[in-house]
């Protein structure tokens, strides 16, 4: 090699080198700021969260200065514009609700995930997996409006006691948008199941019948039950189908063919300007709000603990 060629290789590396050295020192200055960022973004989740519990609680504890917490929490009548404040007429109402949801979003949300899962094949899935989870881009005003014009007329002709406004054709349908949610997290634990599973219980002679039922099932049913409970969850906090097509008559009843109002139906009514603000009515929503928020947090809770408690490793 000529020491021409030679002394344009060693510029050349030369220059490499200290192209190199540059690049490296812009990377880990972005190896110390994305880090920073991220703590960053944690830090405003968590503030956020806690100016949001402190406007909770704050105005819920102004209502329990003119309201006796014992009677908001055990009385049956609410009644605001009487001074009546049993909470327990609207935990009804949305208990009666989710209950409706739950029997409807269960069984076609856990055998959709099954067929999916276990029947369906790659060109299917393909298909239906989003047809399926457009459901869940639905607006829930839509929702409302298909309960009250649609499902409510269906069940009058089969039922003609039924109230125009019902907790029954509210929760039919809370249930229709919950169960994309429920088919999808199913679905996703059941397709985490090692195939060597399934392939081990069929070599033993089992249909796939009974492998889905006795091999898989049991194996997914971590994930299976903490979607339960996350539906449930979405269930208590829904607003706009309850507050469209159940009604506002807060009733201490198990009946779904009467007119009810759950917890964030009432917040909607009040929220809409039933109220002046600074009245007790007005402070009575972060009351109510406030139980709400508890009753979502031990779903939560629970959805974490059992999927940390039967979760299996793989």
């Known amino acids: ?4 060629s030679k002394q344009m290789n060693e510029k050349s590396v030369g220059a490499i080198i ?19 960022l991220l703590l960053l973004a944690s830090i405003i989740s968590v503030l956020v969260t806690v100016g949001i519990l402190y406007t909770l609680l704050s105005e819920a504890f102004t209502f329990f200065d003119q309201v006796n917490f014992f009677s908001f929490i055990s009385g049956t009548y609410w009644n605001p514009w009487q001074g009546e404040f049993g909470i327990m007429g609207l935990v009804s109402g949305t208990l009666l609700i989710t209950v409706i949801a739950m029997l409807v979003a269960i069984p076609i949300g856990v055998a959709s995930a099954v067929f999916l899962s276990e029947y369906a094949s790659d060109k299917w899935r393909r298909i239906l997996k989003p047809l399926l989870e457009v459901l869940a881009g639905v607006p829930t005003v839509v929702y409302g409006f298909f309960a009250l014009t649609f499902v409510t007329p269906v069940l009058q002709s089969i039922i003609p006691r039924l109230s125009f406004f019902n907790a029954l054709s509210a929760g039919i349908v809370v249930g229709i948008m919950i169960v994309p949610m429920i088919a999808s997290l199913t679905e996703d634990a059941m397709s985490a199941v090692p195939n060597t599973m399934r392939q081990g219980a069929m070599a033993l002679g089992a249909t ?10 049991p194996a997914s049913l971590s994930g299976i039950v903490a979607s339960f409970a996350l539906g449930i969850s979405r269930a208590i906090g829904e607003t706009m189908i309850v507050a469209i097509a159940a009604g506002a008559t807060p009733k ?7 007119s009810i109002q759950t917890m964030t139906g009432y917040i909607v009514q009040v929220a809409k300007g039933d109220a002046g603000f600074g009245s007790t009515i007005y402070y009575s929503i972060y009351a109510v709000g406030a139980t709400l928020f508890v009753f ?5 809770l629970i959805a974490q603990y059992i999927s940390r408690r039967y979760r299996e490793e793989y």
């Open 296 to 300: 979502t947090l031990v779903m939560n």
């Open 18 to 36: 200290e192209e190199n050295r540059k690049n490296r020192g812009s990377l880990m200055f972005i190896e110390k700021l994305v880090p920073k």
């Open 1 to 4: 090699m000529s020491s021409t």
């Open 208 to 217: 796939r019948l009974e492998t889905t039922f006795k091999v898989v099932l």
């Open 252 to 258: 201490f009843t198990m009946d779904p063919t009467q």
